[in-house]
Each structure stands twice: as structure tokens, then as C-alpha cells.
């Protein structure tokens, strides 16, 4: 089965990573973070990988020197994270340490190699395309670990490690267009003024959780079992990344089969990728599932957090239903609702109670509050962010996307298609075919049910007689029309 370019051979470093600081002093201080910056499940590195051509590609010392510039604004990057006083609590040590950078080539490499038969899909063997940082525990490594990597066409792979308590998609969208301005001299042009600042997300005293907060509690004891063994089901299995393209005419055309009077790409994609991962996986009708996806919150707040604050303003929305519900007898339209009503939940109010209940688990047993993944699939969106956007002065990336890929599910934004969104996410290689088959034909009900057993009745049904059947290579499907 082709899982995705594998990378032959080892990356040839000339010479030691090196640490950037910023180019000019820049202020000592310690960076308080929000309860929404250091959750427990944010505590890791979100890995980016961009993919230039040889006529986009820059010196990795011009690079170097626009990263000292533009760590002058961003300058805890180029900090440590460290714990604080308050217990269970992380801040940053802003002391100009520098980010971590590292220089490589792999000659035996081109950058077409990612963009033809398997690039969308992350490979293991990726991995080494940003370089390890050997440290005793989380805390120790720098919150920006970059690598560039030679290749043997002339373009360049440029990976990123970017310490998720300090920036969300959002932040580093910001820090990434900073970073290519400085590299892009004769532009000027500056974004509104960086806020470090991370009070306005502060707890009240004493903390008031006002909601229920599905997406960090598991409210139906008896089905524990249920959604362990599920969990456990994933986990125990080999996965196999799957990467599904959707144009932007297709989602054009989802969102016009659901008959909804309001409809966003993300809430229609959303819906589909749930009910599929749900029926491919076929758990019991009874069990109760839930969708976790990030909602932006900055715009739902009533002080709005200002357009240069890159920390984390994004809590989890949740969704949640049956098994059977959800894979069978509810209506596409009807899952789709229950998408809209999580995002709608999200408000000031809902944002206030959501950073007491982390403060109050914080204090609490446990140290800390975790999000229930015990039957979820979790969705993060790289869309609409800017990400993909990123030209260093010589042209755009031709291709850009996680390095790993997750039991998590991430949208991609499609170069060349700004409508487009691509689909990655690893499931069990005994589901993939029925994931897949799902993910194409949503409005598909033809052979299901909520009936005894699990979620789905013996049938998968058939394409619809509108749509297109696209051939899969490996696990790589691109939806058209």
C-alpha cells in the first residue's frame, strides 16, 4: 500500500545548529501565559513544512538574518519556556536565548518529489527534515526550532517547530509573515503592532464556570467502556495517513445538496469528514461521539483581542451525538446543525467559563483539565489563516502542510485553488477504503441504520449517480466535478 513519499537517505548537516537571537535588544522580562496558552494538550510543538521550487528558494543565510529581524518584535520566541510560580502554571523567560537553527541538504531529493504521486500525504520519514532537539523534557526545547534543507533541484524544504503555547494558527500565521517581510527588504509594509500582552484572557476572581463544557467532560459514565475500547481500537491498530483533496467547486456543490439557508466550507467539510470517520470506524449505535474543532475567538469576545496578538485565541467547540445518529439516521443537514449550534455556543460568556473551568482544573486534582478524546475526532483548520501565503522574496511555496501526520484531523489550505481544502488524518488501514468511500458520498444513506450492533448496517451503498468516482492511488483522492 503507498503511505507517501519516502524520503531515502540521511539529511548531510555541514556544520552545528546554530541560535538566532534577535537582532536588535530587546526587552528581559517573564511573558505570563493564559490558561488557553498552557493547557495541558497544547503543550507540544506544531511542526509546518513548506515546500519552495528552485526559483523560489533563498540563501539560508538571508533567511538567518531576516529570522534575527523579525525575532525583534517576536521576541519570546527567542526565549525558554520555564514553570512559574503559580502551580501548574507556564510562563516564558524572555532573555533573547535565540531560536534554534539548523542547515542541511539532501541532494538525492527534488521539490517535485512533493508535488507529484504522494507529497500531500506526510511520511514518517519526513521527520528528518527538522532537526531533533535532544532535551529532558518539554520545557527545555527552544520555542522555535527551524530547519532548512537543500535540495538537489536548487529549491529548499523549510520546517518549523513552533511551541504551541505560545502561538495558535492565528499567531503564527502573524510570525511567519513578519519573518518573510524582514527576508523581503524593499516591503515596507508592517502589520498592526505585536501584543504580547496575555492578561485580557485572565481568570476571574473567583473563577465561575457558567456551562457544561462537553468538550472536556464525559458526562455518560456507562458508556466509558464504550469509548475506551473505541480509543483503544485507534490506538492499537496500524494507521495509514489519508489524504483527500476537495476543490473548491465540489465543496460549492456539498454545500448546495444540503439545502441549508446558511452554510460555511468548513461547517459542510466538517460534518462530512465526522459522519464518515464515524461510520467507518462503526462503533455502537448507542455510544456517543463528539467532534472537537478549534473556534477563533477573538472577534467573540466583548473586549475583542487585538489584531497583532499572536498568543492562543481558540478554544474547542464540541458537537456531540450518537454513533448511530450521526453515521445513520439523522439527516446530512441535521449533523451539520449540530456543527453551526457547537460554534454558536462559542461566545464571551462561553470563553470566560471556558478559562475558569482550565484555572479550576488547574488547581484542582489532576493538574489540569484535558479535552475528552476518549470517542472524538478532532479537527484543526490551517485554512483562512495566511499560512500558505509565504514567499521569502523569490516566490511562493509550491506546497505546504503538517510534517507528521496525526489521529487528529488537519485542513490544509490547496496552493493554487484558494477555495480548497485537503484532508489529512490517519485512521486504521483496515477503515481507510470505507473513510474515503464516505468522505466522496456524504448524502450516501443507502444501506444504513440505527440498528443493533454498530453504528452502520453490513451495506457501504453506492456512489451517487451525479458524482464523479475518482480512482484511489494509495490513499490520495482528489474531489471534483
Known sequence: ????????????????????????????RTLYLSNLDDQRFLRFSIKYLYVFPAAAAVPAAALRAALADALVEYYPLAGRLRHGDEEGKLVVECNAEGALFAEGSLPGLAADDFLRGGGARPHRSWRKLLYRVDAHSFVAVPPL?????????????????????LCDGVGTALFLQAWARA??????????????????????CPPRVEFAHPEYHCHDAAADDDASNLLAHLLGQPLAPVSLTFTAARLAHLKMQLLLKRCTSFEALAATVWRAWVRALDPPATLRVKLLFSVNARRRLTSELPDGYYGNGFVLGCAESTAGQVAAAAPMPTVVRLVQEAKERVDNAYVRSMVDLLEEQRRGVGGGAKPDLSASLVISAWTRLGLEDLDFGAGAAAHMGPL????????????????????????????????????????????VAETGGGAMAAGNGMLERDEKQQPCHGHEIKIDY
Open 404 to 447: 507528521t501526520s496525526e489521529i487528529y484531523c488537519v485542513f490544509v489550505p490547496v496552493a493554487g485553488d484558494p477555495g480548497g481544502v485537503t484532508v489529512l488524518v490517519s485512521v486504521p488501514q483496515a477503515a481507510t477504503d470505507k473513510f474515503e468511500h464516505y468522505c466522496c458520498n456524504p448524502m450516501d444513506a443507502a444501506g
Open 145 to 165: 526550532v527551524v530547519q532548512v534543507t537543500h535540495l538537489g533541484c536548487g529549491g529548499m524544504v523549510l520546517c518549523m517547530a513552533i511551541n504551541h503555547c
Open 183 to 204: 527576508a523581503r527588504s524593499s516591503d515596507i509594509v508592517r502589520d498592526n503592532p505585536v501584543v504580547h500582552d496575555r492578561r485580557a484572557l485572565r481568570p476571574r
Open 1 to 28: 500500500m503507498d503511505t507517501g513519499l519516502e524520503i531515502p537517505g540521511e539529511v548531510q548537516y555541514p556544520s552545528s545548529p546554530i541560535l538566532v537571537p534577535p537582532g536588535h535588544p530587546t526587552p528581559r
